[in-house]
C-alpha cells in the first residue's frame, strides 16, 4: 500500500487554480522526487498532504488513509521557508517544536541532544537562535524535522544554505533513513541531486502533473535516436542509419535514423571490426527534460 | 489538549526569558513607588517652602498690620503675637506698611458684620503672595466671635466630615476631598486599560513573531491552529495576571506607602472588592481583546500593517476614559451604569465606578454575564480567522480585509 495517495486533488485560490487535477502515489521506502519550477504548485500540493490546506476537489491518502492529530507525529516536514524562534535559545526551540510532535520532555531533550551533538551543534545550544549562521539554523532546521524519527519525512529544498561538507552529510542522512524504511518526498530545483538519491519523480507545472514516474524510465522516453561512441580509430565514413555523426569530446555522437534501432548500429559497429571503448544511448540528463517539458508547456501557454 | 498545554508552557517560558516583559512587570510599578517617593518629598519640601509669605518675601519681616474699625478683634491669642501688630488707624498703619515694618496691612470695616468687607493693602502686587488670602485675620475674627465656645469655634474651623451613603449599599464612601476621590479611580482605571491592552497585544505580538520568523508553517504540521490560539490564549493570559497581581499589590503597597508621606492619598487604599472583581474583569476583558487581536494577528502580514486596526479594535477601552468625570461623579448615571455593562467598555468602566462608589452586586454580575457571552462569541469569531490560509497569506491587510474575514468571507 502506498505511503501516500494523492487523487485528483484541485485548489483554487480566488480565481488562480494552485493545483489541477494532481494525482500520484509515494511508494513506502523510497526518496520520490517533487519537481516543478517556482509557482508550479509544488508547495500548495505538499500543504495539502500535510492537511493544511483542503482541496476544492479530490482526496489523499497518507500512511493508509485520511490525515489525523496522530499521523501528524509521525511525520516530519522542513518547509522550503526556514524558521525556527529567533529570540530564545537554540536548544529550548528545538525542544519545544520537538514536544509538538508528541515525545515526552526527556525523550525530546535527549533526541535533540544527540542529534546537535552528531550536526556539531551542541556548542551552541545556549545561543539565541539568531546568533546562529545561516548554516547552523538550516541544520537545526533539519534536526527538527528528524527528531522524532518519523515514517514519513517530507523535505522542501534540502540542501540550500549547505556548504559541500553539510549537504553531503544530509545526502547521507536521508539515504540511511530511507535504508530504515522511511518515506521521503524531495522537492528540490537541484535536478543533479534528484537524480543521484530519487527512486521516483513527479514533475508538475502550471498546477498539472507533466511526468510521473521512475527516473530511468523518464530519461529513456525523453531520449532522443541519438548514441554516443567512443571507438579506439576512426569511424568508417559511412554506416547504414547514421544521418550526422558529430564530435564531443573525445567521442562521437550519432545521429540516428529513426527507423533504426541503437542495436542495429552496434552491430555495424561489431560488422566493421571497429573496437570500442565506450557505447551508450545518448539520455537526456532530468536537467534537459525539466527545461524541455516546461518550456514546451510554456509555449503551449 | 496536551498539545495546548506545550504551547501554554512554551508562551510562559518564553516571557519569563522576554527582557521587555520582565520590564515591563516590575518596572512600572517601580517607577510608581519612585513618582510616589519623589512626589512625598517634594510635598514636604513645599510645605517649608511656598507658604505665601515665603514666595512672596513676605518673611523678611512676617509681621501683618491690622487695623479693625468692627471692634470684633479685641484680643489677638498668645500663637499670633509679634506676627500680628495692630494700629489704631489707617495712617499710622499705612507709614509702617511703607516703612517695611510690617509686609501687609489688613483693614476691618466698622460694618463687617453686615458686609464682612475686609481691605487688604500691601506695597505692590505679586503673585505669589497670595493676594486673596484673608488669613490670619479670618481666623483672628472667628476667634474673637467664638472663643467663648471653643467646640463651636472647632467646627467653624472644620465645617463638616462628610460621609455618603447610597441605598444599594449601606458602605460609608471616603472623604469628598475632589482630588482626593479622583485619584484612586483614575489611577485604577489606568492600570486596567493598560493591563488588558498591554497583554491583548502580547497576543498580536506573538502571532506575529511566529510570521516573522516563519514557524507558523511547521506549527501547523504538529498542532491545529485551534490549539495554537488556544495555548496561547491561556499561556499569556496566565502572565497576564501575574502581571495584574503583581501590579495592584505594588498599587496597594505604594499607597499605603505613599499616605504616609503624601497627604492626599492619606487613609486611602484599594478594596478588597477591587482586587476580587478586578480579576475577573481582567481575564473577561483580556479574553474579548486578545481574541481580536489573534485574529489581527492571523490576518496581518506585519505589525506595521496591523497597527491602523489595533487602534480601532483598543478604542471600546479607552472610551470610559472620555467619560471618566461622569464615572467618577455620577457613577450612579444612565451613561456610568451603560458603559458599565456594554461588553467592550465594561471592564475599564465597571473598575472606575467600583473604584469610585459601591456597585450594586447585579450590575457586577449582569456586566460579567455580559462579558463571559461577549467573549465565547469573539472566540468563536476570532478561530474562524486564525487558520492555516489566513496564518500563511501574505496578503496585504486593512480594515476592509478584517470586516471582510469577520463575516466570514475572506
Not at chain 1, 491518502?61 to 496522530?70: I, R, Y
Not at chain 2, 522576554?18 to 510608581?32: E, I, N
Not at chain 2, 516703612?99 to 464682612?116: M, N, Q, W
Not at chain 2, 472583581?277 to 500593517?305: D, K, Q
Request: with cysteine; proline share 5%; charged share 20%.
Amino acid at each position: 500500500m502506498a505511503t501516500i495517495q494523492v487523487h485528483e486533488i484541485t485548489k483554487r485560490f480566488g480565481h488562480q487554480t494552485a493545483v489541477n487535477q494532481v494525482t500520484f502515489n509515494v511508494e513506502p521506502g523510497e526518496i520520490f522526487g517533487l519537481l516543478g519550477p517556482n509557482g508550479a504548485g509544488k508547495t500548495t500540493t505538499i500543504r495539502i498532504i500535510l492537511d493544511i490546506f483542503k482541496p476544492d476537489s479530490g482526496s489523499v491518502e497518507v500512511l493508509g488513509g485520511k490525515m489525523t492529530e496522530e499521523k501528524k507525529n509521525r511525520i516530519g516536514y522542513l518547509p522550503e521557508e526556514r524558521g525556527l524562534y529567533q529570540d530564545i535559545s537554540l536548544e529550548m526551540c528545538l525542544n519545544y517544536l520537538v514536544r509538538l510532535k508528541g515525545l515526552k520532555p526527556s525523550q525530546a531533550a535527549q533526541r535533540v541532544a544527540d542529534l546537535m551533538k552528531q550536526f556539531d551543534l551542541y556548542e551552541h545550544r545556549k545561543k539565541k537562535v539568531k546568533e546562529l549562521s545561516k548554516g547552523m539554523q538550516q541544520k537545526a532546521q533539519i534536526i527538527a524535522t528528524l527528531a522524532h524519527e518519523p515514517d514519513l519525512i517530507i523535505v522542501d529544498e534540502p540542501f540550500s544554505g549547505l556548504d559541500p561538507v553539510n549537504t553531503q552529510m544530509v545526502k547521507d542522512l536521508l539515504r540511511e533513513e530511507r535504508n530504515k524504511g522511511r518515506t521521503i518526498i524531495m522537492s528540490t530545483h537541484q535536478m543533479h541531486q534528484v537524480e543521484e538519491l530519487c527512486d521516483r519523480l513527479v514533475l508538475i507545472n502550471h498546477g498539472k502533473v507533466m511526468l510521473y514516474g521512475k527516473i530511468n524510465e523518464i530519461r529513456r522516453n525523453f531520449a532522443s535516436h541519438k548514441v554516443v561512441v567512443h571507438p579506439l580509430g576512426e569511424l568508417p565514413a559511412y554506416l547504414p542509419g547514421v544521418l550526422q555523426v558529430e564530435q564531443v569530446n573525445s567521442g562521437y555522437l550519432l545521429h540516428v535514423d529513426t527507423g533504426t534501432t541503437p542495436q542495429e548500429i552496434l552491430k555495424s559497429l561489431v560488422e566493421a571490426n571497429i573496437p570500442l571503448e565506450k557505447f551508450e544511448i545518448a539520455m537526456p540528463t532530468l536537467d534537459d527534460i525539466f527545461i524541455q517539458v516546461v518550456t514546451a508547456q510554456g509555449e503551449e501557454a | 489538549m496536551n498539545k495546548t498545554w506545550i504551547v501554554l508552557r512554551h508562551e510562559i517560558n518564553t516571557l519569563l526569558h522576554s527582557r521587555s516583559f520582565l520590564l515591563g512587570v516590575f518596572l512600572f510599578p517601580a517607577l510608581g513607588f519612585l513618582i510616589l517617593l519623589g512626589v512625598g518629598i517634594l510635598q514636604k519640601n513645599m510645605e517649608i517652602y511656598t507658604s505665601p509669605e515665603a514666595l512672596s518675601g513676605e518673611a523678611q519681616s512676617d509681621v501683618k498690620g491690622l487695623v479693625d474699625y468692627s471692634g470684633i478683634i479685641r484680643e489677638i491669642p498668645a500663637e499670633l503675637k509679634g506676627r500680628m501688630q495692630p494700629f489704631n488707624d489707617e495712617e499710622s498703619g499705612l507709614q509702617a506698611l511703607e516703612a517695611g515694618k510690617i509686609t501687609v496691612l489688613f483693614v476691618v470695616s466698622e460694618d463687617y458684620l453686615k458686609t464682612g468687607k475686609v481691605r487688604r493693602i500691601s506695597p505692590r502686587r505679586n503673585p505669589f503672595s497670595g493676594d486673596f488670602r484673608a488669613y490670619p485675620v479670618d481666623w483672628l475674627i472667628e476667634y474673637n466671635l467664638f472663643k467663648d465656645r471653643p467646640d463651636l469655634l472647632q467646627r467653624l474651623v472644620q465645617p463638616m466630615n462628610l460621609e455618603e451613603e447610597t441605598l444599594s449599599s449601606k458602605k460609608s464612601r471616603r472623604d469628598q476631598n475632589e482630588l482626593q476621590a479622583f485619584a484612586i479611580p483614575y489611577g485604577t482605571s489606568m492600570i486596567f486599560y493598560l493591563l488588558i491592552f498591554w497583554n491583548s497585544s502580547l497576543m498580536l505580538s506573538s502571532v506575529n513573531t511566529e510570521k516573522k520568523n516563519r514557524v507558523i508553517e511547521i506549527l501547523l504540521t504538529s498542532i491545529t491552529p485551534h490549539e495554537i490560539m488556544a495555548g496561547k490564549m491561556l499561556g499569556l493570559g496566565i502572565m497576564g495576571l501575574f502581571q495584574t497581581l503583581i501590579w495592584l499589590t505594588a498599587a496597594r503597597l505604594a499607597l499605603s506607602f505613599a499616605g504616609r508621606s503624601i497627604s492626599i492619598l492619606q487613609g486611602l487604599q484599594i478594596p478588597q472588592e477591587i482586587l476580587v472583581w478586578g480579576i475577573v474583569y481582567f481575564l473577561l476583558g483580556y479574553a474579548v481583546f486578545s481574541s481580536m487581536m489573534a485574529s489581527i494577528g492571523a490576518l496581518a502580514p506585519n505589525l506595521r500593517e496591523a497597527s491602523q486596526v489595533t487602534i480601532l479594535v483598543a478604542l471600546p477601552l479607552y472610551i470610559p476614559f472620555l467619560f471618566l468625570n461622569v464615572l467618577i461623579f455620577r457613577p450612579d448615571s444612565i451613561v456610568s451604569v451603560a458603559l458599565s455593562l456594554f461588553p467592550l467598555t465594561s471592564p475599564v468602566a465597571m473598575i472606575t465606578r467600583l473604584s469610585a462608589t459601591a456597585v450594586p452586586f447585579w450590575q457586577l454580575t449582569l456586566a460579567a454575564i455580559l462579558q463571559v457571552l461577549t467573549a465565547w462569541l469573539v472566540i468563536r469569531m476570532a478561530a474562524g480567522m486564525f487558520r492555516a490560509q489566513n496564518l500563511l497569506s501574505g496578503q496585504t491587510f486593512n480594515l476592509k480585509v478584517f470586516i471582510k474575514a469577520l463575516a466570514g468571507k475572506a
